[in-house]
Protein backbone atom coordinates (compact mmCIF):
# COMPACT_ATOMS: atom_id res chain seq x y z
CA UNK A 1 0.00 0.00 0.00
CA UNK A 2 2.00 3.34 -1.57
CA UNK A 3 2.39 5.72 1.96
CA UNK A 4 3.27 9.13 2.11
CA UNK A 5 5.08 10.03 5.91
CA UNK A 6 6.23 13.59 6.59
CA UNK A 7 8.65 14.36 9.79
CA UNK A 8 10.83 17.50 10.48
CA UNK A 9 8.19 19.44 11.79
CA UNK A 10 8.79 21.08 15.25
CA UNK A 11 8.27 24.74 17.48
CA UNK A 12 10.95 27.38 16.18
CA UNK A 13 11.86 30.84 16.83
CA UNK A 14 11.04 33.28 14.24
CA UNK A 15 13.65 33.26 11.68
CA UNK A 16 15.03 30.18 12.40
CA UNK A 17 15.32 26.76 9.53
CA UNK A 18 13.38 23.36 9.38
CA UNK A 19 13.88 20.82 6.97
CA UNK A 20 10.93 18.27 6.34
CA UNK A 21 10.80 15.19 4.94
CA UNK A 22 8.34 13.29 3.35
CA UNK A 23 9.33 9.76 2.84
CA UNK A 24 7.66 7.49 0.00
CA UNK A 25 6.89 4.09 0.57
CA UNK A 26 4.87 1.00 -0.97
CA UNK A 27 5.65 1.45 -4.47
CA UNK A 28 8.08 3.65 -6.68
CA UNK A 29 7.54 7.53 -6.53
CA UNK A 30 10.32 8.17 -9.30
CA UNK A 31 8.11 9.44 -11.76
CA UNK A 32 5.37 11.24 -9.32
CA UNK A 33 5.21 15.23 -9.45
CA UNK A 34 5.58 15.57 -5.66
CA UNK A 35 4.09 18.87 -3.39
CA UNK A 36 3.86 20.64 -0.23
CA UNK A 37 0.48 21.97 0.64
CA UNK A 38 -0.18 23.77 4.39
CA UNK A 39 -3.41 24.59 6.62
CA UNK A 40 -3.33 26.75 9.85
CA UNK A 41 -6.33 26.47 11.59
CA UNK A 42 -9.32 27.71 10.69
CA UNK A 43 -8.35 28.45 7.08
CA UNK A 44 -8.14 26.64 3.59
CA UNK A 45 -5.18 24.05 2.87
CA UNK A 46 -2.77 25.75 0.47
CA UNK A 47 -0.45 25.04 -2.18
CA UNK A 48 3.51 25.91 -0.33
CA UNK A 49 5.87 24.04 -3.04
CA UNK A 50 5.92 21.19 -5.98
CA UNK A 51 8.24 19.91 -7.88
CA UNK A 52 7.85 17.30 -11.12
CA UNK A 53 9.02 13.75 -11.43
CA UNK A 54 12.73 14.37 -12.25
CA UNK A 55 13.57 17.90 -10.23
CA UNK A 56 14.46 19.82 -12.76
CA UNK A 57 11.23 22.15 -12.47
CA UNK A 58 9.91 23.62 -9.52
CA UNK A 59 7.10 25.95 -8.07
CA UNK A 60 6.30 27.53 -5.12
CA UNK A 61 3.32 29.98 -3.87
CA UNK A 62 4.68 33.70 -3.54
CA UNK A 63 4.39 33.79 -0.02
CA UNK A 64 7.56 31.45 0.50
CA UNK A 65 9.30 32.53 -2.87
CA UNK A 66 12.86 33.02 -1.96
CA UNK A 67 12.62 31.40 2.14
CA UNK A 68 11.62 27.45 0.80
CA UNK A 69 13.22 24.93 -1.30
CA UNK A 70 11.77 21.78 -2.56
CA UNK A 71 13.76 19.06 -3.72
CA UNK A 72 13.89 15.34 -3.82
CA UNK A 73 16.44 12.72 -3.57
CA UNK A 74 18.11 11.00 -6.62
CA UNK A 75 16.15 7.39 -5.95
CA UNK A 76 13.11 9.90 -5.37
CA UNK A 77 11.98 8.20 -2.41
CA UNK A 78 11.96 11.09 -0.14
CA UNK A 79 10.64 14.66 -0.86
CA UNK A 80 12.46 17.66 1.30
CA UNK A 81 10.93 20.92 2.21
CA UNK A 82 14.09 23.33 3.41
CA UNK A 83 12.29 26.32 5.11
CA UNK A 84 14.26 29.01 6.33
CA UNK A 85 13.70 32.48 7.54
CA UNK A 86 10.70 31.14 9.06
CA UNK A 87 7.88 33.65 9.77
CA UNK A 88 5.16 32.96 12.90
CA UNK A 89 2.46 33.35 9.79
CA UNK A 90 4.11 30.16 8.35
CA UNK A 91 2.75 28.15 11.28
CA UNK A 92 0.56 25.47 10.26
CA UNK A 93 0.28 21.49 9.51
CA UNK A 94 2.05 20.25 6.96
CA UNK A 95 1.29 18.16 4.32
CA UNK A 96 2.84 15.99 1.45
CA UNK A 97 1.15 14.59 -1.58
CA UNK A 98 1.92 12.83 -5.03
CA UNK A 99 0.70 12.96 -8.22
CA UNK A 100 0.45 9.28 -9.35
CA UNK A 101 -0.65 9.89 -12.45
CA UNK A 102 2.06 10.14 -15.24
CA UNK A 103 3.25 13.53 -16.88
CA UNK A 104 6.54 16.10 -16.73
CA UNK A 105 4.73 18.97 -14.83
CA UNK A 106 4.47 19.94 -11.60
CA UNK A 107 1.47 21.00 -10.05
CA UNK A 108 -0.25 23.79 -7.29
CA UNK A 109 -4.02 22.66 -7.59
CA UNK A 110 -4.98 20.36 -4.56
CA UNK A 111 -7.21 18.35 -6.78
CA UNK A 112 -3.88 17.35 -9.07
CA UNK A 113 -3.03 14.90 -5.95
CA UNK A 114 -4.13 12.09 -5.12
CA UNK A 115 -2.17 10.56 -2.33
CA UNK A 116 -1.46 12.31 0.78
CA UNK A 117 0.43 12.49 4.31
CA UNK A 118 -0.65 12.81 7.49
CA UNK A 119 0.89 16.00 8.05
CA UNK A 120 3.46 17.52 10.12
CA UNK A 121 3.03 20.76 12.92
CA UNK A 122 5.33 23.24 12.47
CA UNK A 123 4.73 26.00 14.79
CA UNK A 124 7.20 29.43 14.63
CA UNK A 125 7.31 31.77 17.26
CA UNK A 126 7.51 35.16 17.28
Known amino acids: QAQLVESGGGLVQAGDSLRLSCAASGRTFRNYAMGWFRQAPGKERDFVAA????????GYADSVKGRFTISRDSASTTVYLQMNSLKPEDTAVYYC???????????????????WGQGTQVTVSS
Open 97 to 115: AANTRPGSSYYTRIPSYDL
Open 51 to 58: INWSGSST
